[in-house]
């Protein structure tokens, strides 16, 4: 059985989180997407007004995989829940529970947060982390469509009359 930890991320942690960010980037075919660097993330993770959340998952004191969340809104419910933009754990490390307990020390945070929701997307082609969420309880959203501005659709959209 594997000794997994998971602590939150620091600033010292901000080379570990660019690494695996580009694995991950590496793994959904999108390399060439990744726009940040490691000066970026520590900035936007530890900076003046950091708004996303990192958590770095060890196996035996070895950094394997990190998650990267933030909070939202539903005014339905009137509560807080949060976000889970990144989830990934390098493939060597795959199976022995370090994505599990993350997505585990998510869900123990919303719940005492008293959060109504924990919610992430995953890509349509990727079968095992489809198949590993819905193992875990989770329900895909299939009557959601995802919509995003971004690049220069989202600047032509905010500075258009």
Not at 1 to 19: H, T, V
Not at 36 to 59: C, N, Q, V, Y
Not at 82 to 101: C, N, Q, T
Not at 102 to 111: D, I, M, S, Y
Request: charged share 20%; with cysteine; hydrophobic share 45%.
């Amino acid at each position: 059985m594997a000794n997994i930890q998971i602590r939150p991320a620091k600033p010292e942690d901000s080379g570990l989180i660019y690494r695996f960010v580009r694995e991950l980037a590496i793994y959904e075919k999108a390399l060439e997407e990744v726009a940040t660097d490691e000066a970026g993330l520590r900035e936007a993770l530890f900076g003046a007004k950091p708004l996303a959340h990192g958590l770095i998952s060890e196996i035996d004191a070895q950094p394997v995989g990190f998650a990267i969340y933030f909070y939202n809104f539903s005014t339905w419910l009137g509560k807080y829940g949060i976000f889970l933009e990144d989830l990934y754990v390098s493939p060597e490390y795959r199976g022995h529970g370090a994505g599990k307990a993350l997505l585990q020390h998510l869900a123990k945070q919303a719940v005492a947060e008293g959060c109504g929701r924990f919610e992430w997307n995953v890509l349509d082609w990727n079968e095992p982390s489809i198949k590993f969420y819905e193992a875990c309880g989770a329900v895909a959203m299939s009557e959601w469509i995802g919509y995003r501005l971004s690049g220069d659709a989202l600047t032509a959209f905010a500075t258009s009359e």
